[in-house]
């Protein structure tokens, strides 16, 4: 166990590493090429962010765990909201720009529901997820056209995102960043994904409940560390919308992909569709308050988020030991809990468009 314990470890720092690589050759070369930086903040830094997520999935679909590749996605959208955001509206309370929120949080909300769906009938096949997958390159290509129209205030707010350094100015030295963070990537999955099937075995949980944690939140470890450093640094309207275009490429790029390299496309567990990817959709529905709420995350509502990221992971705890008190705590949440949150964000909702009034 300590061997894999050391393999999914240096696996993580791999992917880590890999992404950051990745991020920074490919943000450089496309700025070099004339892609603006709203389109390289919206695509390159997004898609880099979930590289670790693609790689993971695409892996496990290819190895024959399925469970994990979904697990990973479904978790990882789970902790980009409620994790990353209530951490970082805690840092400082997170500003939304209007012109990116307006229309990524429609677009993640729409691939949500999507993707679960096509997940009802237990599966994603590759017809599907070729579909996913064909609606990212669109996405792209809108995000793309879109841009010759952005305003200069969103053209100064993205360029922010552009490493600036003087070390990797020449395409060589981008070009290296991009193969050997693509390498770092494949071989920190393979790792990673090794140790956690052993994990998923030797604690008797399923391959779904390591997706869903462990590896969820080690593969989101990209969004975790570019989401507090723009928060840290005043770029709290990036923070956002680091974690939204991210969730929208795991949906449609790392499911899609995933899904077209696995034989027979991807099986989803039935505690998935019974439990977690409904929390996946109220997740993303959560995010429906910054549309209509003045663009910003408050500090309390970034507690809210955490807190329900903390009852969400006890949840998974209870469920994979079978614990007695699981069907009491299942009733809490859905009588009590739940109710009261929507009440708060509906209250918060009507005094907000009161006081804008």
């Known amino acids: 166990m300590l061997m894999h314990g050391l393999m999914f470890l240096f696996g993580l720092v791999a992917l880590i590493i890999g992404a950051e690589a990745m991020v920074r050759g490919a943000s450089r070369l496309a700025v070099s090429w004339g892609i603006s930086p709203l389109v390289v903040g919206l695509t390159v830094v997004a898609f880099g962010t979930s590289a670790p997520e693609m790689a993971v999935s695409v892996g496990a679909a290819l190895s024959g765990t399925s469970d994990l590749a979904i697990g990973n996605v479904v978790g990882s959208n789970i902790a980009n909201i409620l994790l990353i955001l209530g951490i970082s509206a805690l840092v400082a309370p997170l500003l939304?720009?209007?012109?990116?929120?307006?229309?990524?949080?429609?677009?993640?909300?729409?691939?949500?529901?999507?993707?679960?769906?096509?997940?009802?009938?237990?599966?994603?096949?590759?017809?599907?997820?070729?579909?996913?997958?064909?609606?990212?390159?669109?996405?792209?290509?809108?995000?793309?056209?879109?841009?010759?129209r952005a305003s200069k205030d969103a053209?100064?707010?993205?360029?922010g995102e552009i490493p600036t350094s003087q070390w990797d100015r020449h395409w060589g030295v981008?070009?290296?960043?991009?193969?050997?963070?693509?390498?770092l990537?494949?071989?920190g999955a393979d790792w990673l994904v090794g140790a956690a099937v052993v994990f998923a075995k030797y604690f008797g949980v399923s391959d779904l409940v390591i997706g869903l944690t462990v590896v969820a939140i080690g593969t989101s470890m990209p969004e975790i560390a570019t989401s507090l450093i723009a928060a840290l640094r005043g770029q709290r309207d990036i923070a956002v919308g680091n974690v939204i275009g991210s969730n929208i490429f795991n949906l449609l790029a790392v499911?899609?992909?995933?899904?077209?390299?696995?034989?027979?496309?991807l099986s989803v567990p039935e505690a998935a569709r019974n439990f977690d990817l409904w929390v996946m959709l109220a997740v993303a529905?959560?995010?429906?308050?910054?549309?209509?709420?003045?663009?910003?995350?408050?500090?309390?509502?970034?507690?809210?988020?955490?807190?329900?990221?903390?009852?969400?992971?006890?949840?998974?705890?209870?469920?994979?030991?079978?614990?007695?008190?699981l069907p009491a705590y299942s009733g809490v949440m859905l009588s009590y809990v739940i109710p009261l949150t929507v009440i708060t964000l509906?209250?918060?909702?009507?005094?907000?468009?009161?006081a804008a009034g």
């Open 285 to 325: 529905f959560a995010c429906l308050p910054i549309l209509f709420t003045g663009r910003e995350i408050a500090r309390w509502e970034g507690a809210v988020f955490l807190g329900y990221y903390a009852a969400y992971l006890l949840y998974l705890v209870l469920a994979a030991q079978q614990h007695a008190s």
């Open 174 to 183: 981008q070009t290296a960043l991009v193969i050997g963070g693509l390498a």
């Open 96 to 148: 939304v720009h209007e012109q990116i929120i307006r229309q990524e949080v429609p677009i993640m909300i729409a691939a949500t529901l999507l993707v679960a769906a096509m997940a009802l009938d237990g599966s994603i096949g590759r017809v599907e997820a070729g579909l996913l997958f064909a609606l990212v390159i669109a996405y792209t290509v809108f995000l793309v056209v879109q841009s010759r």
């Open 255 to 265: 499911l899609g992909a995933a899904g077209m390299v696995s034989a027979g496309g």
């Open 155 to 159: 053209e100064a707010e993205f360029a």
């Open 346 to 354: 509906v209250v918060s909702l009507l005094r907000r468009r009161g």
């Open 185 to 187: 990537l494949v071989l």
